[in-house]
């Protein structure tokens, strides 16, 4: 299991893929928006959406994991 954590503490402004889709590595996965600021959140490696651990609006820190791939 693959695991992409965020890097930095804020709240996440948008999920951009949902359970079951295929990723690649670069691919952006996820917005934070912290100090009104957008942070791109990429896959590190390629794989299939098992969970999403954090919906739109909701706050995150500093490697609190956010999605787990396959």
Do not use: H
């Not at 804020?10 to 999920?15: D, L, S």
């Not at 889709?21 to 100090?35: F, H, P, R």
């Amino acid at each position: 299991m693959k695991k992409i954590e965020a890097s930095m503490a804020g709240t996440v402004w948008k999920v951009l893929v949902e359970t079951g889709d295929e990723v690649t590595a670069g691919q952006t996965v996820m917005i934070l928006e912290s100090m009104k600021m957008e942070i791109p959140i990429e896959a590190a490696t390629e794989g299939k959406v098992t969970s999403i651990l954090f919906a739109e609006g909701d706050f995150v820190n500093d490697g609190d994991v956010l999605l787990e791939l396959e």
